[in-house]
């Protein structure tokens, strides 16, 4: 009997950890980590999770070590592996947002672009994407690999960092100014150069990208459903918005319709006081789970 093929997938240990274990939830998969174990389970045969570090991803999806994985911009551009970045992950969810990696300084420092650090020390995690950006600007410094806590470290340890921020609130806490933005990072999903050329791993890679990305365009949006009197169609219509695509459905009553229709959740409050008042009865608020485009 033919051992069923598996294809190998790089699920990001860390802040990424639990959003992205929600996402699966979302797109249909019971995917399962454990505090304990490096192998996530996960209900589908043909999938073997591993967890890792988003930064050492990209090189393993790289080396062929992994098929695919999801993992941040910043650490595919940091490692320089050779992968393929098939979709942008964004969404609305903690740590799936986007990420700014800044040049800072502290607020009294004489220090106001990128070209006052020549000579200086600056403490990073990312040592390759800043000596790049420090190459970009004609500017030589001292980049010092930063093992953590590397907003404390200006003044004495260091004279700036690159250090990424989501909110800025540590920035401020520890009295920093932005100098520059060096990259705007969010989650990507990646994979292989060689196993997207297998026709299997690359349709299996094909159907779980399509449903993540399904969870993902449901993330905001809910289903509005109602019955409209035939008259007060032409009205409830101009209030639904101008990207809505309702489907109308004929009801026993011919001088009613059902509508339904894909809504952002965050005009739901105003749209169904509105829609009530231009005539539809029943009007129901649905989650949805995914919407593949």
């Not at 890792?52 to 940091?78: F, K, N």
């Not at 800044?102 to 000579?119: I, T, Y």
């Not at 990208?209 to 993330?219: D, E, T």
């Not at 009613?256 to 009530?276: A, F, G, M, Q």
């Amino acid at each position: 009997m033919t051992e069923p093929r598996t294809l190998r997938l790089g699920i990001p240990k860390g802040s990424l950890q639990d959003t992205t274990q929600k996402l699966f939830v979302r797109a249909g998969f019971d995917l399962r980590i454990s505090g304990r174990s490096y192998y996530p389970g996960i209900d589908d045969v043909e999938i073997e999770c591993i967890l890792i570090r988003p930064q050492e991803m990209a090189r393993y999806v790289g080396q062929g070590i992994l098929d695919c994985a999801i993992t941040g911009l910043d650490w595919i551009l940091e490692t320089g592996a050779d992968v393929a970045e098939l979709a942008d992950l964004r969404a609305p969810w903690p740590n799936y947002g986007v990420v700014r990696w800044v040049m800072a300084a502290k607020e009294d420092a004489p220090f106001n672009s990128v070209a006052d650090l020549q000579g200086k020390r600056i403490a990073t995690e990312t040592v390759g994407m800043t000596r790049r950006f420090l190459a970009q600007h004609g500017v030589e410094a001292e980049v010092e690999f930063s093992w953590g806590a590397t907003e404390v470290k200006p003044p004495i340890l260091a004279d700036a960092i690159v250090d990424v921020s989501e909110t800025g609130s540590s920035l401020r806490a520890n009295n920093l100014k932005v100098l520059h933005v060096v990259l705007e990072s969010t989650p990507r999903f990646i994979a292989n150069h060689d196993a997207l050329a297998d026709e299997w791993k690359r349709g299996k890679i094909d159907r779980l990208l399509m449903l993540l990305k399904g969870a993902i365009a449901a993330a905001t949006r809910v289903l509005l459903s109602m019955n409209v009197p035939r008259a007060s169609l032409d009205a409830v219509l101009r209030i639904l918005p101008a990207l809505a695509t309702p489907t109308l459905s004929t009801l026993a009553d011919p001088d009613w319709v059902e509508l339904s229709t894909v809504v952002e959740e965050k005009h739901v409050r105003e749209l169904i006081p509105n829609l009530y008042q231009a005539g539809a009865r029943g009007i129901i608020e649905l989650p949805i789970n995914k919407i593949v485009e």
